[in-house]
């Protein structure tokens, strides 16, 4: 697929050099990069990069790149990986300190530490040497092929994909009927105070894309329009050239010829003429597809408030714009709805069966499929439908194509209309929040994300950019809320986690852009998924990976061919029974996500002594556990620690789980998230964790000391009745906390007051700070 599609992995690339620039700005400052003129090399480096993004960033804003700036593209994405891989390697390996010994042991461990150092060292120059002439040499190519920015853009104008929604057939319309009645009582009602007041009345019509936003206001348009001495529909675009929108409404209303044809007027005299035109009529326009503020702000200057009951129609998929474009009018905000599954069948039969009387009944199983990947979504009805009414009508061509709507590599082009329609959105976004999105897809359809877990998790993979006064955690979640608000992304409510009263915020993703955003990630390379659609090819360097649902893709991910000593994160979703090697060669893993089911046949586990991080499995239906010999446990400590890298740590689902003793060891650990785990007591060694930030799980009984992790901005669910009665003195310690859940279960503990008067001290205290916990919560 052309044009959008790869626009949009190109803007992607450019969000991987930034942590790229910031790590080597930080390791120009140490003093161990002064051997052998390391620091110089890796301050050309740097600029040659700088240079690297910029070019990035024009050839983003490319409307259809060629083969070569492809090429290139992904060149310096691989590159920026592997740079960044070898910055966390080697800062790891001269940065580590082991614990301090005394007497001749300490001496000869001080030696062969220097001796290590200096090895690193050397071998860390040779790298940069080597990366430096990759880069220049992927430069000069660029230069040498004249891949120039501008050079790869086409030379003509794509048809807008909104564009067809201004003339369907009214016959051909389904779900229509209803909304627009209720758009137009609310335009242009009998109600008597709506007929007092005579002001101008905004309605703002919002949903994601291929909604139907579109055609809801044309055929309102249509139908109320003939009430209006003057009338105009135009289409904004994401990037809209003012001044000949403005031209565009002058000429639909019927501002005179010669004052719409003077192509010198600037956009203040071109506003100023539409305003005097219309201040004495009463008119209706439509303004769609509006992106931001500013955009409605300059529209709205030329339609006066003129107190002849003028009416405007705006779309929009933000729902801020949404709300702002009604504030300061007698307006109101209509929220798109998907379409009931009667009106779904309905639509779908009429597009694809035309005047046929009869489904046929070969097809009743797969249209049910249809219907629930499409989930009420009128753009992904039509077009599948359009798609389906060229193939033959048999079952096994109709399960071909609905399965391209998920293909990773290649869609069929019917479909290509539909992702045009969700990249505009997709490309309206920040750079930096691209790679959140495009995370998205690690989870499995139909999926209940939790907001705090991805959050967490985008922390972890680097993707968050600082910004002043907000901790991480807190930009973050603007990114997720952002998401709601471009309706990218469908906000629920789910159940609490941590045995807690209060319910939490999560999310789900539309079946359809979830599809989308996988293809899009895989011509990235940014996840690969592992599905039912088995085990992808092995010819690129894995750097993200997700199964979903099926132990065998496990099994054999692990004991097959495909290179994962560059896989920065694992996500494992809804699998049980599965086995992991007992040496994961994983250098640069920063996250482990493994959201498990609990496996009920214990007796079959494999005894060969291979396996080392597996499910405990047991029956806990009929209490039966495994004999305590067996050792069955789902962490083994050589290898989870052998993963110095890792930044989240989270067991999900139901699982029996195992902490290592020196859990401690992993300095770069962030989150540990123990909320499907059946851990309480942790380790003494955990207070070590001075960078984590997010420690939850359920009843967690915290040891003595934890105080000293400085980092902590989450905790709990604690125990209040079980952890230390000094607990409090600890927790007064954090200043950094804002998150913190205790809980006292009834207890025959004779000291429970003392431990409340401990925690409230604890928290009067935090309050007296800066940094104060605004959210807490106690069950007695």
């Given at each position: ?5 790869e626009?949009i992995?190109?803007s ?7 942590p ?6 930080s390791?120009i ?7 052998k003129n390391?620091r110089k090399k890796?301050?050309q480096?740097?600029?040659?990069l ?11 804003a490319?409307?259809?790149?060629d083969?070569q ?5 992904a ?6 990986y592997?740079?960044?891989d070898?910055?966390?390697?080697f800062t790891h390996?001269v940065?580590h300190?082991?614990a301090d010994t005394?007497?001749v042991?300490s001496f000869?461990?001080?030696k062969i530490r220097k001796l290590k150092?200096l090895?690193?060292r050397?071998?860390f120059?040779?790298?940069i040497?080597?990366l430096?002439?990759?880069?220049k040499?992927a430069?000069?190519r660029r230069k ?6 501008g050079s790869?853009?086409i ?7 909104r564009?067809r929604?201004?003339?369907?057939e009214v016959?051909?319309?389904v779900g ?9 009582s609310?335009?242009v009602?009998?109600n008597?105070?709506?007929?007092r007041?005579?002001?101008?009345r905004?309605?703002s ?6 909604s139907?936003?579109?055609?809801l206001?044309?055929q309102?348009?249509?139908?109320i329009?003939?009430?209006f001495?003057c ?6 675009s994401q990037?809209?050239n003012?001044?000949n929108?403005l031209?565009?409404l002058q000429?639909?209303i019927g501002?005179s010829?010669?004052?719409?044809t003077m ?18 009529q009463r008119?209706?326009?439509v303004?769609?597809?509006v992106w931001t ?15 002849h009951?003028s009416r405007v129609?705006m779309?929009?998929r933000i729902n801020s714009v949404?709300?702002f474009c009604c ?10 709805k998907p379409?009931?599954?009667s ?8 597009r694809?069966?035309?005047?046929e ?8 199983g797969?249209k049910?499929?249809i ?5 009420g979504?009128p753009l992904?009805i039509?077009?599948l ?6 193939k033959p009508r048999t079952k096994?061509e109709w399960?071909?194509?609905?399965n391209s709507i ?5 869609k069929?082009s019917g479909l290509e209309?539909m ?7 997709y ?8 790679n959140c999105l495009?995370h998205?897809?690690?989870f499995?359809?139909d999926?209940?994300i939790?907001?705090?877990i991805?959050v ?8 968050i950019t600082?910004?002043q006064?907000y901790?991480l955690?807190?930009?973050?979640e603007?990114?997720f ?10 906000p629920i ?5 941590y045995?807690m ?7 789900r993703?539309?079946d ?6 996988i293809s ?6 940014f996840?690969t998924?592992v599905d039912s659609?088995?085990?992808p090819?092995s010819d ?7 199964v979903?649902?099926?132990p065998?893709?496990?099994?054999a991910?692990f004991?097959g ?5 560059h896989?920065?994160?694992i ?5 049980g029974?599965w086995?992991m ?11 482990l996500?493994l959201?498990l089911?609990e496996?009920?046949?214990?007796s079959?586990v494999d005894?060969?002594?291979?396996l080392?991080?597996f499910l ?8 039966v556990m495994?004999p305590a ?7 083994d400590?050589?290898?989870i620690?052998?993963?110095f890298?890792?930044r ?5 689902g139901e ?7 020196q859990?401690g060891?992993l300095?770069y650990?962030?989150?540990?998230d123990l909320?499907g785990?059946k851990?309480t007591?942790l ?5 070590q ?5 997010c420690?939850?799980g359920?009843?967690l009984?915290?040891p003595n ?5 400085q980092?902590l901005q989450e905790?709990?669910n ?5 952890c230390?009665v000094?607990f409090g003195?600890?927790l007064?310690?954090l200043s ?10 009834w ?6 007051r ?5 925690l409230?001290?604890s928290l009067?205290?935090?309050g007296?700070?800066p940094c104060l916990v605004?959210k807490s919560k106690?069950n007695?």
């Amino acid at each position: 697929m052309g044009g959008v599609g790869e626009k949009i992995m190109m803007s992607a690339l450019t969000g991987v050099m930034s942590p790229v620039l910031g790590k080597l700005t930080s390791l120009i400052q140490k003093k161990y990069t002064e051997l052998k003129n390391v620091r110089k090399k890796l301050e050309q480096l740097r600029k040659e990069l700088i240079a690297i993004n910029i070019a990035l960033e024009k050839y983003a804003a490319m409307e259809s790149p060629d083969v070569q700036v492809k090429a290139w593209m992904a060149e310096m994405r691989e590159l920026a990986y592997d740079l960044e891989d070898s910055i966390d390697l080697f800062t790891h390996h001269v940065d580590h300190e082991p614990a301090d010994t005394t007497g001749v042991k300490s001496f000869f461990r001080k030696k062969i530490r220097k001796l290590k150092r200096l090895h690193y060292r050397y071998r860390f120059a040779e790298g940069i040497k080597e990366l430096l002439a990759t880069v220049k040499a992927a430069e000069e190519r660029r230069k040498r092929y004249k891949i120039r920015e501008g050079s790869s853009g086409i030379s003509h104008t794509e048809i807008d994909p909104r564009l067809r929604a201004l003339y369907v057939e009214v016959e051909t319309l389904v779900g229509i009927e209803k909304p627009s009645q209720e758009v137009i009582s609310r335009l242009v009602g009998e109600n008597p105070e709506e007929r007092r007041s005579r002001s101008r009345r905004v309605v703002s019509i919002v949903g994601p894309g291929g909604s139907g936003k579109t055609t809801l206001a044309k055929q309102v348009y249509e139908k109320i329009k003939d009430q209006f001495s003057c009338v105009a529909f135009v289409s904004v675009s994401q990037k809209p050239n003012m001044s000949n929108l403005l031209r565009e409404l002058q000429y639909q209303i019927g501002v005179s010829r010669s004052m719409a044809t003077m192509r010198s007027c600037s956009d203040q005299l071109l506003i100023d003429q539409l305003r005097s035109y219309l201040e004495n009529q009463r008119y209706l326009v439509v303004i769609d597809d509006v992106w931001t503020q500013l955009a409605w702000d300059t529209i709205q200057c030329a339609l006066p408030r003129n107190g002849h009951t003028s009416r405007v129609i705006m779309t929009t998929r933000i729902n801020s714009v949404g709300q702002f474009c009604c504030t300061s009018d007698e307006g109101f905000v209509y929220e798109m709805k998907p379409l009931s599954r009667s009106d779904s069948e309905n639509l779908f039969v009429k597009r694809i069966f035309c005047y046929e009387d009869k489904f046929p009944i070969q097809l009743e199983g797969i249209k049910n499929e249809i219907f629930e990947k499409c989930d009420g979504l009128p753009l992904a009805i039509v077009t599948l439908a359009s798609l389906l009414a060229t193939k033959p009508r048999t079952k096994e061509e109709w399960e071909r194509a609905l399965n391209s709507i998920s293909c990773m590599n290649e869609k069929d082009s019917g479909l290509e209309v539909m992702d045009k329609i969700l990249s505009l959105s997709y490309n309206e976004l920040a750079h930096h929040m691209r790679n959140c999105l495009l995370h998205l897809c690690t989870f499995p359809e139909d999926h209940e994300i939790y907001k705090d877990i991805l959050v967490w998790r985008w922390v972890a993979e680097g993707f968050i950019t600082e910004k002043q006064g907000y901790t991480l955690q807190q930009v973050g979640e603007s990114y997720f809320y952002e998401f709601i608000n471009r309706n990218l992304i469908q906000p629920i409510t789910l159940v609490p986690r941590y045995g807690m009263c209060e319910v939490e915020e999560g999310c789900r993703v539309h079946d359809i852009i979830l599809n989308f955003l996988i293809s899009r990630s895989a011509e990235e390379n940014f996840v690969t998924v592992v599905d039912s659609q088995g085990l992808p090819s092995s010819d690129r360097r894995v750097r993200r990976l997700s199964v979903w649902s099926n132990p065998i893709h496990v099994v054999a991910v692990f004991r097959g061919t495909m290179n994962l000593s560059h896989l920065r994160s694992i996500n494992i979703c809804n699998v049980g029974g599965w086995t992991m090697p007992r040496v994961l060669d994983l250098p640069v893993l920063r996250v482990l996500d493994l959201d498990l089911e609990e496996y009920s046949d214990w007796s079959t586990v494999d005894r060969d002594g291979t396996l080392s991080l597996f499910l405990l499995r047991f029956s806990r239906k009929n209490g039966v556990m495994p004999p305590a010999q067996t050792g069955y446990r789902i962490v083994d400590p050589d290898c989870i620690l052998s993963l110095f890298h890792l930044r989240y740590l989270r067991f999900g689902g139901e699982s029996d789980v195992m902490l290592p003793a020196q859990i401690g060891s992993l300095q770069y650990l962030q989150t540990l998230d123990l909320s499907g785990a059946k851990v309480t007591q942790l380790p003494e060694s955990i207070v070590q964790l001075k960078r984590l930030m997010c420690l939850v799980g359920y009843q967690l009984i915290m040891p003595n000391g934890f105080g000293n992790m400085q980092s902590l901005q989450e905790l709990g669910n604690l125990d209040g009745c079980n952890c230390s009665v000094s607990f409090g003195e600890d927790l007064a310690l954090l200043s950094k906390l804002r998150v913190l859940r205790v809980t006292f279960m009834w207890s025959s503990t004779s000291d429970l007051r003392t431990r409340k008067e401990s925690l409230l001290s604890s928290l009067c205290k935090l309050g007296q700070r800066p940094c104060l916990v605004p959210k807490s919560k106690i069950n007695v």
